[in-house]
């Protein structure tokens, strides 16, 4: 009785062994029907859920910083382009003189640094939810569009081409566009000091109006 019972104990874990190593075989080669067929449900599980937006996906791409790296990440970014932009008017004659790609990249470039720079601070998908914002969408877009038109401007021909009447014409455009690019700049940066823009505009309403 002893004897048939331990060969029964022997027969049954052989037979479970066996059963577990072809499973786990099946699943390696993924030949079963059933194991495909979990596979597809897997597949369409997943694809049923919510995607993660494509902003967050990039943001998990950007490296992890401590909190130093990037305070200090802001504040050399955020000095490096107003420098640039200050070193840009030492190429203000050769735009004077019709000859302004120099000075508009190298402005443009300053105030694109500036404007990024808050992106060490709060990662790129954050850094478009404040800037659209609805207490500065508006001057974001202003400010982007001003950066884009000042570039298309500078490169684009325009009615009279070199001749004086074009050089002027691309002149009063660009300063245009650029007096546009510093007041955005200066408003939107103001968004983001509490009162700020309050303050600003009394000033102004109590000394320039009537």
């Not at 029964?8 to 052989?14: D, I, K, L």
């Not at 992106?119 to 877009?141: D, V």
Request: net charge positive; glycine share 6%; aromatic share 12%.
């Amino acid at each position: 009785m002893i004897n048939t019972t331990s060969s029964f104990r022997e027969s049954a874990t052989n037979s479970i062994k066996q059963a577990a190593a072809s499973a786990v075989e099946l699943i390696r080669t993924g030949s079963n029907t059933s194991s495909s067929t979990a596979s597809t449900s897997k597949r369409d599980l997943e694809s049923s859920q919510p995607q993660q937006p494509i902003l967050e996906e990039l943001s998990e791409l950007c490296p992890k910083l401590t909190y130093q790296q990037r305070v200090v990440g802001f504040f050399s970014c955020y000095a490096a382009g107003y420098i640039i932009t200050f070193f840009s008017f030492g190429f203000f004659i050769r735009l004077v003189e019709g000859k302004p790609a120099p000075f508009v990249v190298i402005y443009s470039t300053g105030n694109i640094l500036s404007l990024l720079s808050s992106t060490f601070l709060c990662g790129p998908s954050l850094q478009l939810k404040n800037m659209f914002h609805h207490h500065r969408k508006y001057t974001s877009i202003v400010y982007l569009s001003s950066i884009t038109l000042t570039l298309i401007v500078c490169f684009i021909p325009l009615p009279g081409g070199t001749e004086t009447k074009g050089i002027i014409l691309r002149l009063f455009l660009l300063v245009f566009l650029l007096l546009v690019q510093l007041g955005s700049s200066l408003w939107y940066t103001l968004s983001y000091l509490p009162f700020a823009r309050a303050a600003v505009l009394k000033f102004i309403s109590d000394n320039f109006s009537e």
